[in-house]
């Protein structure tokens, strides 16, 4: 099977991927600078411990597997994966100074195409409650969506003028039935330490279980011909409402007393901690005066890649 090269592999979406890939039979080449559970373990199993940041390292793998590699997965430099949710003006500098060698790299080692995961972030509060499509302006406005735009653009003018094809996923916050962290950050309060819910808790969020995330990753690596080429939005196809998100953590007895909050000018004020500076630094931000809002994120055009069947439900 095709060699895969994976940055930012020692975290929890590397590890799930390359989990996947393994059982597929596939060659995985890792980089991260964490060590992970399959080092040594397996021999379709390669590993380079290094920060991503190291030129010479990274380039010298790509050369030396430069037959075998026939995809890029660019994780690293995400949340949830190898960075912390505080997104610091040095770690926006660090990943835009590493894309260029990446994917020059990956392109002189003969690609044939390159995934890389972006975000939903990307397209911030827009107004009304249309589905937002990819087609969307991009109106986020933190460290992190700048971080992840400025790697989309980097891609693109990366492989202009060559034959491989850049897939970027912009991908909703993930979760599974264990990691719950994005969820709780729609219904908990950390400066109070307890849950609330407004009315009924029949307002929703878009999110992604990640393994529907590797679900589309792992089409995208199967796709034997045509172009598919551009930009996808990777999310569940319905939204997790808050009632979901709180009665979920109960049934995992992860979540206490939840009070039921209304929505008052007051209110607001009480549950946005660390001052007006957070939303550029903090990647869980979020702003309790567009609870209601539902925006929806639409995945039809990922849905030609794969099926997208997991859900808060049936996920483990």
Same mark, same amino acid.
């Given at each position: ?15 799930? #991927?390359? !989990? ?40 010298? #793998? ?42 020059? $790299? ?11 995961? $972006? ?86 969020? $878009? ?103 997991? !859900? ?5």
């Amino acid at each position: 099977m095709a060699g895969i090269f994976i940055t930012g592999a020692s975290g929890m979406i590397g590890m799930y #991927l390359t !989990s996947s890939l393994l059982q597929k039979n596939h060659h995985v080449i890792a980089v991260d600078s964490k060590p992970n559970d399959f080092v040594g373990k397996d021999p379709n199993y390669t590993f380079l411990q290094c920060d991503i940041t190291d030129k010479n390292a990274v380039t010298d #793998l790509f050369y030396k597997y430069q037959n075998d590699v026939q995809t890029l997965v660019h994780l690293a430099c995400s949340v949830d994966n190898d960075i912390d949710a505080y997104v610091t003006d040095d770690e926006l500098k660090k990943s835009k100074a590493c894309d260029k060698f990446i994917y020059d $790299s990956a392109i002189n080692a003969r690609v044939r195409n390159i995934i890389l995961l $972006s975000t939903t972030q990307v397209y911030g509060n827009p107004k009304g409650r249309e589905p937002i499509r990819e087609t969307a302006d991009t109106k986020g406005n933190s460290n992190y969506v700048d971080m992840k735009l400025n790697s989309e653009k980097a891609l693109l003018k990366a492989v202009k003028k060559t034959a491989v094809v850049p897939v970027i996923a912009r991908v909703a916050p993930v979760y599974t039935s264990e990691y719950t962290q994005n969820l709780r950050d729609k219904v908990y309060d950390p400066k109070e330490d307890i849950a609330f819910i407004y009315k009924d808790g029949e307002y929703g969020f $878009s999110f992604c279980c990640v393994f529907n995330l590797i679900d589309f990753i792992n089409g995208i690596i199967n796709i034997p011909q045509g172009r598919y080429d551009g930009v996808y939005n990777v999310a569940d196809t319905r939204q997790i409402t808050a009632k979901e998100i709180i009665d979920h953590e109960r049934d995992h007895h992860r979540i206490g007393a939840v009070i039921q909050r209304s929505m008052t000018g007051d209110t607001i004020k009480s549950i946005v901690p660390l001052g007006k500076n957070r939303q550029k630094y903090d990647y869980r931000y979020f702003d309790p005066a567009t609870i209601y809002s539902n925006w929806n994120i639409d995945n039809t055009k990922a849905q030609r890649i794969s099926t997208f069947r997991w !859900s808060l439900k049936n996920t483990k």
